[in-house]
């Protein structure tokens, strides 16, 4: 079967690999669109710390039951899915607080075992989760998971006003995750165009910190307190800083990855303002059910978050563009149907 394999930094081919065979408990599937995120981008560039190579990528799936066997009464030939990408070791301190998205050994399909651009790929019954969603939709279930994940750590509430810096795929997770759990949401970023779909999102108010102050905006917003929780959904030690800057006194930070390089932070700030600081890392099925509801209560504009869907053929090409020009694109979907 095809299978698109990234063979080292920079180098993408359209290759084969063996059909998987199930093993007990597993279901078969047939993929039929999968979504590419920053991991992946940084993985072809060379600059992703937990991938090895050769490597097939991909962990944001839509996919078709080829053949459940025994493992699940549930999940008919035909039924649409999608799945959580992770392991858990169910023995490390994470999984033991019942946290496996935090996994001290987590494999995320695509980084440290290959992933599903490749025709067929095989999984636990466990992990797969159905939703009454389009394909599209469904492939959008993963990447806006991490970002409720990230609104889920930050107890957001429908007191609270959320500031989300960054309008990309997982910035706008956390978006809608917000005003999905009825919270005043300001969207910041410096692409206009970008800062539109978050609107559509549900941001309430949107903020290009290009053109405007985003410190005066904040304060104007706010009453002069700062947002009661800053999410920090781009990974640059500038916006680190920022999100500590203008979150509120006792306000929350909920960080989503990591920035690259060192931050040097004014260590004051969070002391003075007793503040919560809290990472976010992958996501729990609880934010998948809570994803699929939004986007069965059509509350996300899909088809403008969603900028390119190419074939499998086309993905290398459209992965080299991509890494060349980052900010052209919000989603890229690689299509094997």
Known sequence: MKALILEGPGKLAVGTRPMPVASP?????HVQLVGLCGSDLNSFRGKNPLVSYPRIPGHEIAATVADSGSASDALPPGTNVTLLPYTSCGRCASCLRQRPNSCEFNQTLGVQRDGALTE????????????DLSLKELCL???LSIGFHAVSRGQVTAKDTVAVLGCGG????????ASF?????VA???????????RKAGAAVCINSRTHDCHVALRDLTDGLGPDVFIEAIGLPQTFRTAVEEVAFTGRVV????????????????VQKELDIRGSRNALPE???????????????????VSLIVSLDEAPQAIALWAENPSSYSKIMVSLQ
Do not use: C, H, Q
């Open 25 to 29: 408990g597993e279901v078969l599937l």
């Open 120 to 131: 067929y790929i095989s999984l636990p019954a466990a992990k797969i989760v159905r939703g």
């Open 141 to 143: 279930v993963e990447p």
């Open 170 to 177: 997982v910035g706008l997770g956390a978006i809608a995750a």
């Open 181 to 185: 759990a009825g919270a005043t949401t």
């Open 188 to 198: 910041i970023d410096v692409d206009d165009g970008k800062l539109e779909i978050a």
């Open 255 to 270: 960080y989503i990855g990591y920035a690259k390089e060192p931050v040097a932070y004014e260590t004051r700030l969070f």
């Open 287 to 305: 934010d998948f059910r809570t994803v699929i509801e939004m986007l069965e209560a059509k509350r996300f504009p899909v088809e403008k978050a």
